[in-house]
T-cell receptor, first 115, second 110 residues
Framework: GAGVSQSPSNKVTEKGKDVELRCDPI?????LYWYRQSLGQGLEFLIY????????KSGLPSDRFSAERTGGSVSTLTIQRTQQEDSAVYLC?????????????FGPGTRLTVL | EDQVTQSPEALRLQEGESSSLNCSYT??????LFWYRQDPGKGPEFLFT???AGEEKEKERLKATLTKKESFLHITAPKPEDSATYLC???????????FGKGTLLTVNP
């Protein structure tokens, strides 16, 4: 079946502009996660959704970052007033449920470059 | 705070030369240790989940093992197509996020 999809695959923007990144989880998966992968760094947790609610926003690096999920499916990560340090690959993952042992399956990522 | 350290950072092998990758971790209440493979320009691809010390899982040339402090990914007779970055992650306590190591870049030469 179809995996997690993300769009766009690449995004180049100018410092100070807003960007929106989209994630389509695997059909039927109720949990959705956003991570960030910077050059030379491990994956960094950003936010997690169970259905449309976000019980854990602890990883969002600043108030310029926000995310929403509608209809228990598609999620959008928005970065306002982008900075050069926001340049990274943004990865989305989904899992069937939020059981503590559920496997997270990742999408291909969106590579964001802030000039 | 959960921590994951992977070693070595990079490993170069000849085809057929077996070796192991290490993942050392500290976590409060391990609920799972996960291995992923990541190819350049792609998202991580799930390989294994290990839940308790002593557990082992195998898939083709890969075998993952788990102790209370570390996990090993053993690669037997690797092929060039096994070249990738291998990521280790832990989930702990009652939260659902994964904490990742920085990965081991494996290169297998023909």
């Amino acid at each position: 079946g179809a995996g997690v999809s993300q769009s766009p695959s690449n995004k180049v923007t100018e410092k100070g502009k807003d960007v929106e990144l989209r994630c389509d989880p695997i059909s039927g998966h109720t949990a959705l996660y956003w991570y960030r992968q910077s050059l030379g760094q491990g994956l960094e947790f950003l936010i997690y959704f169970q259905g449309n609610s976000a019980p854990d926003k602890s990883g969002l690096p600043s108030d310029r970052f926000s995310a929403e999920r509608t209809g228990g499916s598609v999620s959008t990560l928005t970065i306002q007033r982008t900075q050069q340090e926001d340049s990274a690959v943004y990865l989305c993952a989904s899992s069937l449920e939020t059981g503590v042992r559920d496997t997270q399956y990742f999408g291909p990522g969106t590579r964001l470059t802030v000039l | 705070e959960d921590q994951v350290t992977q070693s070595p950072e990079a490993l170069r092998l000849q085809e057929g030369e077996s070796s192991s990758l290490n993942c050392s971790y500290t976590v409060s209440g391990l609920r799972g240790l996960f291995w992923y493979r990541q190819d350049p320009g792609k998202g991580p691809e799930f390989l294994f989940t290990l839940y308790s010390a002593g557990e082992e899982k195998e898939k083709e040339r890969l075998k993952a093992t788990l102790t209370k402090k570390e996990s090993f990914l053993h690669i037997t007779a690797p092929k060039p197509e096994d070249s990738a970055t291998y990521l280790c992650a832990v989930g702990g306590g009652s939260n659902y996020k994964l904490t990742f190591g920085k990965g081991t870049l494996l290169t297998v030469n023909p």
